[in-house]
């Protein structure tokens, strides 16, 4: 299992394709989301115990959009609740791959981890299963953004009372000011962590047309619109945020 430094875009591109999730990814995603998402670990790590507060006996806790299984993982080291089964999906071939490796190796390290399924599935074309906690880790801003309220609509339908979505994002925002400053701070933070000028640009470029986040206000009113009955916004650090939605 390789864990590579990101240089993905580190040699000028003559033209940048569109950011996938394949292989070349996969080797290096553990770097580059840590190098790239502001408060990445430890939003992951309280992941974990906020859904041991929500995880209910007995009932599918959903890593959507799982990657290499990073949140899979805080779930099964926090929550206790017997019988519980943590489902990670994930659309990526080369991504689910690695993640099943990842797991094995999570068991071979730790007893009395929560029982895993990996599926490589399309989670807009997934039926749920009735869950207590749904966790979608830096996902729905690759959901086409016309897409997003049904599949929440579907989300909020599988969760079971006393249970929550756990929804993280990167945020754009109305007031210009603040997204200048807040951009400007999101490259700061690349560059603090080694990201070139051209690397920087070539993944902009890359990411544009497939990651297009939208506003906290239109994730709150779209949550509402979904049928939770409450969004509280728990954890932001500069532009990316994550907040709990209540059934
Ligand atoms: N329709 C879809 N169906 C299933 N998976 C999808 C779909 N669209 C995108 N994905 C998958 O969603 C993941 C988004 S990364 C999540 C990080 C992880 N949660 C983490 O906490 O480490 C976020 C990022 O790279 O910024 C990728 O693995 C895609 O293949
Ligand atoms: O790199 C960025 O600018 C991002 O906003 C986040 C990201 C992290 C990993 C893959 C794609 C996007």
Redesign the pocket.
């Given at each position: 299992m390789s864990k590579e430094p990101d240089r993905l875009f580190a040699q000028p591109l003559e033209q940048v394709p569109d950011f996938v999730?394949n292989e070349a990814v996969v080797q290096v995603f553990p770097d580059m989301?840590k190098r790239s998402?502001p408060g990445y670990p430890t939003i992951?790590e309280n992941l974990g115990v906020l859904a041991a507060r929500f995880a209910q006996p007995n009932t599918a806790l959903y890593?959507?959009?799982?990657?290499?299984g990073?949140?899979t993982q805080a779930l099964r080291r926090h929550v206790r609740a017997d019988g519980c089964q943590v489902i990670a999906?994930?659309?990526?071939a080369a991504?689910v791959e690695r993640c099943r490796q990842y797991l094995t190796a999570q068991d071979s390290m730790f007893q009395e981890l929560l029982p895993v399924q990996v599926l490589e599935?399309?989670?807009?074309t997934l039926a749920l299963q009735p869950a207590s906690v749904v966790a979608m880790?830096?996902?729905l801003q690759?959901?086409a953004p016309e897409q997003r309220l049904e599949l929440l609509g579907c989300i909020r339908q599988a969760l079971l009372p006393g249970g929550a979505l756990i929804l993280s994002e990167k945020l754009r925002f109305e007031d210009e000011e603040q997204q200048l400053l807040l951009n400007e701070l999101h490259l700061d933070f690349k560059r603090a962590n080694g990201y070139s000028e051209l690397e920087i640009a070539q993944k902009r470029s890359a990411i544009e047309h497939v990651m297009k986040p939208d506003t906290l206000q239109t994730h709150e009113q779209r949550l509402l619109a979904a049928g939770f009955s409450k969004v509280v916004p728990w954890f932001q650090c500069l532009n990316f945020a994550s907040l709990i939605a209540l059934p």
């Open positions: 999730f989301i998402v992951v890593d959507l959009g799982a990657s290499l990073a949140v999906v994930d659309n990526s991504m599935a399309d989670i807009l880790n830096f996902t690759f959901i």
